[in-house]
């Protein structure tokens, strides 16, 4: 659906300057090495590239064959346009117009301006309009299988996504009106925000974990909405996040137990949940236990189950997560925090395919697929003797490493974009877009709490931005983050310049009264949580303790409130 356009649209230059492009080319013939920006390049022959292609379509099928492709060029290029920024600085109307530039000096393609890139960085909106002449990747295509009915520079447009997305910092898709491969004479591009390409879903689904591992592949059969809908941020383009999602595809069909190991807050348990919903115990319950937020002396009934009593307070019996999680999954995070004596139990449980209850002294088989998780080093743990070395091994048959989001920057656009719709749609705002130097501090931000960090960064920013404003660096650092990584500044003349020295603090971002009275917290040192535990004792006291008055002073939903005090007090306990 067009927008109406919010404001100006600035076109990129039309004189490119290759010399910035030819001084970071380096041929270094004596130790084996082509560098562009610092990345090993390959001179290689074209036509070895075309076959490689051709027999991936061959025993791949054409719908993954381009999904693969699409997803290699989406790579490239978010890593040129990572190194162009770092090596020229944040101007978008130069470093845009040398991503083409850059594209035919790699050999590629040669465009010509339909009409040249245009953006606005404030309201999101972005053109482009481009024919390809001599595609390397239609002419392979032309050759290998003649005349196709769809276009077929795969790579290519995932290319000018990956780096026009990388640069915008939000998701822009390019399509292919027109192909040499379909009997054109030449290719058409056009490039648009994503969320005004109609259809989208097709074009996406090589950035989809839910689309790559679902089986079988080929036919566009319905995605199952039910499973998926509830893991539409499991999005992602990057290297790392690929691995995974190839790994949970690998082992999903199997009862195989799987340990996913990460830092905290990379989306353990919805990458569980995914196994789950793709793996053929899908109809089976998922039930997922926190082995840490379970007090130690309470552990086994909860995972065993209990009989009545067996001890004071066991007025009736009842089943464990396990008998509970009979014909599906169990998802058991923290593993590392169970106490030894449940660590032996659970070890027989997964021996035996069998659990006795507490006080009980039947058994009762199960079967139950076990997918576990750990934040912290297992193997340190049993090398300090504080887990079960036979229970690791028993664990560790599959194990996944989730990479953490600082490692996986590229993707963060494409999450951004799936929790600004989720926040904006909640709390009934709508929400422009990002400034650029939202744009450049998300990317520059360390994200130690990972992906969870980034959806409270979103939830919350979403609250302070305007209604149909931007999201700037104010609505999304107001947290008392430190922004470490020097930032851009916009001019008045809507250049970007670099402004380590300003702004590493967000509460340099210009105030109104609000703004400069939270930027006086922040340098004070008030850290989130407490500033959102003061919120909501001064709305209560405010409010005489009535809950639901309280609530509704903050702009928040009894639910909501409710939740946020009680996250404080597990938070503090
Ligand atoms: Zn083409």
């Known amino acids: 659906m067009p927008r109406t356009p919010h404001g100006p649209l600035t076109a990129i230059t039309d004189t490119i ?155 822009i898709l390019w399509r292919e009106l027109e192909c040499v491969a379909m009997g054109h004479a030449r290719c058409r591009v056009i490039g648009r925000p994503l969320e005004e390409c109609e259809d989208s879903a097709d074009d996406l689904s090589f950035l989809r974990i839910e689309d790559f591992v679902s089986a079988p592949r080929g036919r566009h059969a319905p995605v199952d909405t039910a499973a998926t809908a509830s893991l539409p941020d499991l999005v992602g383009a990057s290297a790392g996040f690929n691995a995974v999602a190839h790994l949970i595809r690998r082992v999903a069909p199997t009862d195989a137990t799987v340990l996913l190991l990460g830092e905290s807050g990379v989306g353990k348990e919805r990458f569980s949940k995914t196994l789950h919903a793709i793996g053929p115990r899908a109809k089976g319950p998922f039930v997922g236990v926190n082995c840490a937020a379970i007090p130690a002396e309470l552990v086994e009934a909860e995972l065993f189950g209990v009989e009545r009593g067996a001890f004071t307070g066991a007025h009736a019996s009842r089943p464990g997560k396990f008998e509970r999680a009979h014909g599906g999954t169990l998802f058991l995070d923290e593993i590392s925090s169970l106490p030894m004596p449940a660590q032996g139990k659970l070890l027989r449980a997964l021996q035996e395919g069998e659990v006795e209850r507490v006080g009980d002294t039947r058994v009762r088989p199960v079967d139950v697929r076990i997918v576990a998780a750990a934040n912290r080093d297992l193997r340190a743990e049993v090398a300090a003797g504080r887990f079960r070395e036979d229970l690791f091994f028993r664990l560790n048959v599959f194990p996944i490493e989730i990479p953490p989001l600082r490692e996986r920057r590229e993707d963060i656009p494409l999450m951004l974009n799936v929790f600004v719709e989720r926040y904006a749609k909640r709390f009934g705002k709508h929400i422009a877009g990002l400034t650029q130097r939202a744009a450049e501090a998300l990317w520059a931000y360390d994200w130690p709490g990972n992906v969870r960090e980034l959806e409270n960064i979103v939830e919350r920013a979403v609250i302070l931005a305007d209604d149909g404003g931007n999201l700037d660096v104010q609505h999304l650092f107001s947290g008392g983050e430190r922004l470490t990584q020097p930032m851009f500044n916009l001019s008045a003349g809507g250049r970007l310049t670099r402004a380590a020295e300003t702004t590493t603090s967000p509460s340099d971002a210009p105030s109104d009264g609000v703004d400069a009275h939270i930027a006086s917290l922040v340098d004070a040192g008030l850290r989130f949580d407490e500033l959102e535990q003061r919120l909501l004792d001064h709305a209560m006291t405010r409010t005489g303790g009535n809950l639901s008055a309280a609530a509704r002073l903050l702009g928040l939903r009894r639910g909501q409130f409710e939740y946020r005090a009680k996250k404080r007090e597990a938070g503090s306990a």
């Open 17 to 171: 300057d290759d010399r910035t492009l030819a001084k970071n080319v380096h041929f270094a013939p004596d130790s084996g090495h082509i560098l562009l920006f610092g990345q090993r390049m390959l001179l290689m022959h074209g036509a070895s590239v075309a076959t490689l292609r051709h027999e991936l379509v061959e025993r791949l099928g054409l719908e993954r064959t381009r999904e693969l492709f699409t997803r290699i060029g989406y790579q490239q290029g978010v890593d040129d346009a990572r190194c162009l920024r770092e090596a020229e600085g944040g101007d978008l109307t130069r470093t845009l117009a040398l991503g083409p530039r850059l594209r035919e000096i790699e050999g590629f393609v040669r465009n010509q301006a339909v009409e040249r890139m245009q953006f606005n960085t404030d309201s999101g909106e972005f053109w482009g309009d481009y024919y390809w002449q001599a595609s390397w990747e239609a002419e392979a295509h032309l050759k290998h299988f003649g005349i196709s009915g769809s276009p077929a520079c795969w790579m290519m447009t995932g290319y000018a996504s990956g780096f026009t997305t990388t640069m915008m910092g939000r998701p």
